[in-house]
């Protein structure tokens, strides 16, 4: 199985697969309420059926060409995870989204993922609009999108019920001529603008 290096850090991102079930489940109860306060996954993702139907599911859409699943590990170790939960290639639209278990967080790993993630779908798979849809309540995730250079396109007032509240959801994008530009410009050694974060 193919792994691409996130950084010097022993970070990689890889694909999850059926076959990763329990180590998925086992990643998912070591961060389950971290991970859902603003992600369903975990409610989702309960024991060894549902976590091997969850990423059943994803190696289907791979199949279809219609999204991905992928694990960031450090060291070997699972600790998050990105995809593209929608996929309209025909269409040039996708929905990428992310979580993190916190003995991970703060160590830019999500950027950088889906970083990867954005470049490949952009890249490879002519994807014209790549959407982050996220909580207005979520911090960490909202940076995550401005580090990439994303565009806050507005709010979802009180759109997403979750765990009997209703959440706010805000609509970032970036476009795939504005992603080569935020690349071209932040790339190690560009000149006149900031290093990667």
């Not at 950027?111 to 909580?135: F, K, M, P, Y």
Request: include cysteine.
């Amino acid at each position: 199985m193919y792994a691409t290096s996130l950084g010097d850090d022993g970070a990689e991102l890889r694909p999850l697969e059926p076959w990763q079930a329990e180590e998925f489940l086992a990643h998912m109860d070591r961060g389950r309420e971290f991970i859902g306060q603003y992600v369903g996954l975990p409610d989702v993702v309960t024991d060894l059926e549902s976590s091997r139907s969850y990423l059943r599911a994803y190696a289907e859409k791979a199949a279809a060409d219609a999204g991905c699943v992928h694990g960031i590990r450090v060291d070997g170790k699972l600790v998050g995870g990105v995809l593209l939960r929608t996929m309209d290639v025909g269409n040039g639209v996708a929905e990428a989204g992310c979580w993190l278990e916190p003995s991970a967080a703060g160590r830019g790993l999500v950027t950088r993922a889906v970083r990867v993630l954005v470049d490949w779908a952009v890249e490879e798979r002519g994807i014209h609009r790549v959407e982050w849809h996220v909580s207005s309540a979520n911090g960490p995730s909202i940076a995550v999108a401005r580090r990439l250079g994303m565009t806050r396109e507005g709010v979802l007032r009180e759109s997403y019920l979750y765990r009997g509240k209703r959440h706010d959801m805000e609509v970032w994008s970036v476009l795939a001529p504005e992603w080569r530009a935020h690349r071209r410009a932040h790339r190690p050694g560009a000149t006149g603008g900031p290093r990667p974060s």
